[in-house]
C-alpha cells in the first residue's frame, strides 16, 4: 500500500528551511481518529504432532501482548480460538461423508469443530472469547479472572486428536459466520487472523473429496490436499524437486485461496483494517518422494522444514496455499515458520504489524534518508490527511515548529517505539477530524 509521490518536504522542526525534492513512499498510514479495537482470531491446527507448537505458542503469546502494550493504551481485545478441524464436511453445503480416520488419534467427523471458539479448557473464561477492554473509568474490563496470558493457553490449547485434513481457510471463514460467535467480530474493530499450524490449508469444497475409492484421488492422506490444491512447474505427483508452486484454482475437490482473501475483506469493507498473519511451515522447498505412513510407502510432501521441539525432532509442510493467503494482503501481513521451540520472535513480529494496523506512530529510521548531519536521522518526511469521501484533495499537515494549529511533531519516544534505533515517534496535535480521514506518512527511503 505504498504509494509513490514527488513532493517539497518541510520535516523536522530543528532544520526547517531544509528543502528537500525526491521521490516520497508511504511509510506509515493511520486513522485521524485511533481505532484501538481489536479483534483476534487464532486459527490453530489440532491435528497429530501440533501439541509443542501448541504449547509454543501459549508461551510466547505474552510477547505479542507487550508489543502491543507499547501504544499508548492497551488495544481494546476480543481473543477468540478456533481449530482447523471441519470434519468431513466441504463448502458446497452437501452432508458430511461418512467419518474417517481413528477416535483419539485424528478422526474426522461430522462437521468437526465448525469453526466454533474454543473454550472448554478455560473455567476462568465467562463466555466463548476473551473480552479485555478499556472500561472508560481508568481500569480494564475483563470477562476473565486470573491473568491474560493464563487464560489464552487454556484456550489455545486445543489438542492433537482433530482431523488430519486441515481446513485452515474454510474454518476462518466458518468461525466469522457462525451464529455460535455472535459478538466476537465487533462490526467497527480491526480485525487480526493468525494462523498456526504444520501442515498447508486443504479447505475442501465437496465431501467427495473423502471418498475411499483411490483411482481419482490416489490414497486418503494428505497429499491428496497436495494434489488437488497445489499446482507446480513440474507435475505434483511425480517424486522430484518442484518449481513455481502455486494454489490451484481450478480443482473440483479443494478450494482456491482468493475467495478467503475477497470474503475476509467483505467482512471488515477495508483492507486497511486487517491483518493475516501465518506461523507457519516454510513455502520453500517443495519436494515430493517416497514415504512410508502407516506402515505403507507413499508418494508425499518432504517437509520443507525441521526442527527439535519439547517432544523430540518435528517437522512442518510447505505452506504453500496459506504462504498466498497472506500474500494477498500486502502492506497488511506477515508469514514466520513454526519451526522453532521459541515462538517469541513470531508473535513479536505480529504484534509490530498490529501495532501498524491499530495506528502505530513509530518510524524505522534504518530504511529513511537522513537528510541532516545532526545527530540522529532526519528524515525527509511529508505528511498527508486524506478522506476516503475526498481521495483527490488531499491536505498536508504541517510541522507543530511552524503552526499552532492541527500539525505533528517527531519526537524521541523509547516507551513508545523501544524496537527502533532512534525511538522516533510522530504525534499529532488536532483540534478536529473527520472519521473517515486517514493520515499518510511519506518519506525517502535509502
Not at 25 to 54: C, H, T, W, Y
Not at 72 to 92: A, Q, Y
Not at 288 to 302: K, S, Y
Request: with cysteine; charged share 20%.
Amino acid at each position: 500500500m505504498r504509494v509513490a509521490a514527488l513532493a517539497l518536504v518541510v520535516a523536522i522542526p530543528a532544520c526547517r528551511d531544509t528543502i528537500v525534492v525526491g521521490e516520497l513512499q508511504e511509510v506509515v498510514q493511520l486513522k485521524a481518529i485511533p481505532n484501538r479495537d481489536l479483534d483476534l482470531l487464532f486459527v490453530v491446527d489440532n491435528s497429530g504432532s501440533m501439541a509443542d507448537q501448541q504449547a509454543a505458542l501459549a508461551a510466547s503469546f505474552p510477547r505479542m501482548i507487550d508489543v502491543l502494550g507499547e501504544l499508548d493504551e492497551l488495544p481494546n481485545l476480543h481473543i477468540g480460538v478456533v481449530t482447523s478441524d471441519l470434519g468431513t464436511s466441504g463448502l458446497d453445503g452437501s452432508p458430511p461423508a461418512p467419518a474417517v480416520g481413528q477416535p483419539g488419534a485424528g478422526v474426522c467427523s461430522a462437521t468437526g469443530d465448525d469453526g466454533v471458539l474454543q473454550h472448554a479448557n478455560a473455567p476462568e473464561l465467562a463466555g466463548s472469547f476473551i473480552v479485555d477492554a478499556d472500561d472508560g473509568a481508568g481500569g480494564r474490563m475483563r470477562n476473565y479472572t486470573g491473568e491474560l496470558r493464563d487464560v489464552f493457553a487454556h484456550i489455545a490449547t486445543v489438542g492433537e486428536t482433530g482431523c488430519g485434513f486441515e481446513q485452515h481457510l474454510a474454518a476462518m471463514q466458518r468461525a466469522l459466520a457462525n451464529p455460535a460467535n455472535a459478538g466476537f467480530v465487533r462490526p467497527d474493530a480491526n480485525l487480526a487472523v493468525i494462523v498456526i499450524a504444520d501442515e498447508d490449508d486443504c479447505s475442501v469444497l465437496t465431501p467427495s473429496f473423502f471418498t475411499p475409492d483411490t483411482s481419482t484421488l490416489g490414497p486418503l492422506q494428505s497429499f491428496r490436499c497436495t494434489t488437488q490444491g497445489v499446482h507446480c512447474d513440474q507435475p505434483i505427483d511425480a517424486v522430484g524437486d518442484k518449481t513455481g508452486c502455486t494454489p490451484r484454482a481450478d480443482s473440483a475437490f479443494v478450494a482456491d485461496v482468493a475467495p478467503f482473501a475477497d470474503a475476509l475483506v467483505a467482512v471488515k469493507g477495508d483492507p486497511r483494517r486487517l491483518l493475516v498473519a501465518g506461523i507457519v511451515g516454510d513455502p520453500d522447498p517443495v519436494a515430493v518422494a517416497p514415504r512410508t505412513i502407516n506402515g505403507e510407502l507413499q508418494t508425499a510432501l518432504v517437509p520443507s522444514c525441521t526442527f527439535t521441539g519439547a517432544s523430540g525432532p518435528e517437522t512442518a509442510d510447505p505452506a504453500v496455499r496459506l504462504s498466498a493467503f497472506v500474500d494477498a494482503f500486502p502492506g497488511r501481513s506477515t508469514l514466520t515458520s513454526i519451526c522453532s521451540p521459541d515462538l517469541s520472535a513470531p508473535l513479536a513480529t505480529i504484534g509490530a504489524s498490529a501495532k501498524q494496523l491499530l495506528g502505530d506512530p513509530c518510524l524505522d529510521t534504518t530504511r529513511l534518508v537522513d537528510r541532516s548531519p545532526d545527530p540522529g536521522v532526519q528524515p525527509a518526511c511529508e505528511v498527508v490527511d486524506i478522506r476516503d469521501s475526498a481521495p483527490d484533495d488531499p491536505v498536508a499537515l504541517p510541522s507543530c515548529a511552524d503552526t499552532a494549529s492541527d500539525c505533528y511533531e517527531m519526537v524521541d519516544d523509547p516507551i513508545a517505539c523501544p524496537a527502533t534505533p532512534d525511538h522516533l515517534r510522530i504525534r499529532f496535535h488536532r483540534t478536529t477530524a473527520s472519521e473517515d480521514t486517514w493520515t499518510s506518512v511519506r518519506c525517502q527511503l535509502r
